[in-house]
Nanobody
Framework: QVQFVESGGALVQPGGSLTLSCAAS????????MGWYRQAPGKQRELVAT???????YYIDSVKGRFAGSRDNAKNAVYLRMNNLKSEDTAVYYC????????WGQGTRVTVSS
């Protein structure tokens, strides 16, 4: 079973930046398409960005132009660079295979507040 460990979350002021990391216990090249997800307080988990093994990345409208995902197959890691953070980005962020095929990690908490 693949395991994911997310890190990099923090308390940040509006307009700030963070880079999240996610380490996988198995080859992400073998896993295939990856995704970053988030769950805000009181809301369901949502897909934020897709990181396909091949092809274009997809971002939800609310983060387009501010978030950028990347993957390093050699390190079995994916990343999410988040710029110009807004209060509505406050959530616990997770990575997983696209479709959430594997068990969820603990996530990493991002709090955007002044």
């Amino acid at each position: 079973q693949v395991q994911f460990v997310e890190s990099g979350g923090a308390l940040v002021q509006p307009g700030g930046s963070l880079t999240l990391s996610c380490a996988a216990s198995s080859s992400i090249f073998g896993i295939g398409d990856m995704g970053w997800y988030r769950q805000a307080p009181g809301k369901q988990r949502e897909l934020v960005a897709t990181l396909p093994r091949i092809g274009s990345r997809y971002y939800i409208d609310s983060v387009k132009g501010r978030f950028a995902g990347s993957r390093d197959n050699a390190k079995n890691a994916v990343y999410l660079r988040m710029n110009n953070l807004k209060s509505e980005d406050t959530a616990v962020y997770y990575c997983n295979a696209l479709g959430g095929l594997y068990s969820w990690g603990q996530g990493t908490r991002v709090t955007v507040s002044s």
